[in-house]
């Protein structure tokens, strides 16, 4: 097993990752923490591994409740968040209690979210079952719902205190959703390792996702140690995420993040070397690795419908929106674009070759 401290201003834990660890889980988790076990999970996952982790949290000697929404992104909203906080209160957990998150990045948002306002917060364990939560979401104590303006509207920054990625899960995902979180993890080699991101392109490493994976929550920690509430560094991890979301959300979340980050990447990078910003259009280099993984990069809205969602991101500060992108590759900046060029900026990157 790997394990990965993660140190922030407000806490420090670690990301457990390795085969097989799930019916560890109680044991696991008695080694940070006591009381009571709220288990969250979707309609999916709860029936692939649901009875897994509530069995090994209670021969832990944990007593455990569970609580199931249906899956799916257009769930990650108020009213299921309000659902859990009311089965929480009803169950009378208390702040010596806590929460585990058993599924992909919508259950870790959520939860996360829950466990950060209940009682004005309790500790929660992620638990990511997908590719994409254990390289992204479940690291960092991002955690939100979203508005039908937009994703990630209403959320709070509240760190986990543990996070257990048993890699074996992943096997039950589609092809289409394993390849979104080999698109994070392109996206830090990207932004931070120009040898990682080589070695991801040059050939298909899904053979060693053990060990990519502790390349992700390395990186990702990086960043998050340096600056946990978002305000300067940590931004260059959004880079495809401003155009990304607003492709999900004219999608009505029929194209997935993974997919929609990538198109927001390569977009991101055509765009930074129309206006000047970057020496070379990095695009296609991007395009080339995520096509080996199965991803498309085309985008299918125009520009203008792409602007008005983004205007309303929580990355618009008054009259300008920072936009990422790639200095080099391995190396991301942040540019304040006024918003009255943003629909020229996102014509430029998303306009065909």
Known sequence: MITVPVKTSSASYNVLIGSGILKNTGALVQSVLRGRAALLSDSTVSVLYGDTVAAS??????????????????HKNLTEYAGILAFLSENALTRSDFLVALGGGVCGDMTGFAAATYLRGIPFVQIPTTFLAAADASVGGKTAVDLPAGKNLVGAFHQPSLVICDTDTFSSLPP??????????????????????RFLASADRRGAINEIVRKDVEIKSRFVAEDEFDRGLRQMLNF?????????????????????????????????????????????????????????????YPAHLLADAALRDKKRFGGTINIIYLKKIGEAAVHPLPVEQLEEFLEAGCSPD
């Open 176 to 197: 289409e959703t394993y390849a979104d979180g080999m698109v994070e993890t392109i996206k830090h080699g990207l932004i931070y390792d120009e040898e990682f991101f």
């Open 240 to 300: 495809g995420h401003t155009i990304g979301h607003t492709v999900e959300k004219n999608s009505h979340f029929t194209i997935s993040h993974g997919r929609a980050v990538a198109i927001g990447m390569c977009a991101a990078a055509k765009a930074a070397y129309a206006f000047g910003l970057a020496e070379e259009d990095y695009s296609g280099a991007i395009r080339d690795a995520l096509t080996l993984y199965g991803v498309d990069t085309k985008c299918p």
């Open 57 to 74: 949290l209670e021969n832990a000697g944990f007593d455990v409740i569970r609580y199931v929404f249906p899956a799916g992104e257009e």
